[in-house]
């Protein structure tokens, strides 16, 4: 049996802070992929996503995940989200998050392939998300 995922209050307003460094990071992944600078892609499109659903659930239920597992603040927006199209958006986010650990604290080196892949999930996951939020 699974426990409920531990989550953290965040007042509703301030997922506009989130959005805006999920924006930051966007831009700064593309970027990175231009100068073909492949780990700081992957890094900043894993910001991004953590950026972006942070901004979701604070958004939608004034809450983020309080888990050591990125992977869990995907869960949690699945739950609070019921949209038809969230799994499909969750599955672009668990992609890009899969990488963090390897990318972050290992000597792995992200190829030019996997930073165009995992810019192409990140976008998906963030143009999504900005139609889940107002403008």
Same mark, same amino acid.
């Given at each position: %049996? ?6 953290k209050e965040r007042n509703r307003t301030t997922y506009t802070v989130y959005i805006?460094? *999920? &924006?930051?990071?966007?831009?700064? %992944? ?5 100068? #073909?600078?492949? !780990?700081?892609? *992957? $890094?900043?499109? =894993? @910001?991004? =996503?953590?950026?972006?659903?942070? *901004?979701?659930? =604070? +958004? ?9 597992? @990125?992977?869990?603040?995907? #869960? $949690?927006?699945? &739950? =609070?989200? !019921?949209?038809? !199209?969230?799994?499909? *958006?969750?599955? @672009? ?5 899969? $990488?963090?650990? !390897?990318? &972050? +604290?290992?000597? +792995?080196?992200?190829? &030019? ?7 192409? @999930? ?14």
């Open positions: %049996m699974t426990g409920r995922i531990p989550r805006k460094k *999920a &924006e930051q990071f966007f831009s700064a %992944m593309e970027s990175s992929l231009v100068k #073909k600078q492949f !780990d700081s892609t *992957a $890094l900043e499109g =894993i @910001h991004c =996503i953590i950026s972006t659903i942070d *901004a979701l659930l =604070i +958004y939608r239920g004034s809450i983020v995940s309080a888990s050591a597992k @990125h992977e869990d603040a995907v #869960k $949690l927006l699945t &739950e =609070i989200w !019921d949209l038809e !199209d969230v799994n499909e *958006a969750a599955k @672009h986010a668990f992609r890009v998050l899969k $990488l963090k650990t !390897d990318v &972050e +604290y290992t000597d +792995y080196q992200v190829t &030019e392939k996997q930073a165009q892949e995992l810019h192409k @999930h990140t976008q998906r996951f963030f143009v999504w998300a900005k139609t889940k939020l107002p403008k």
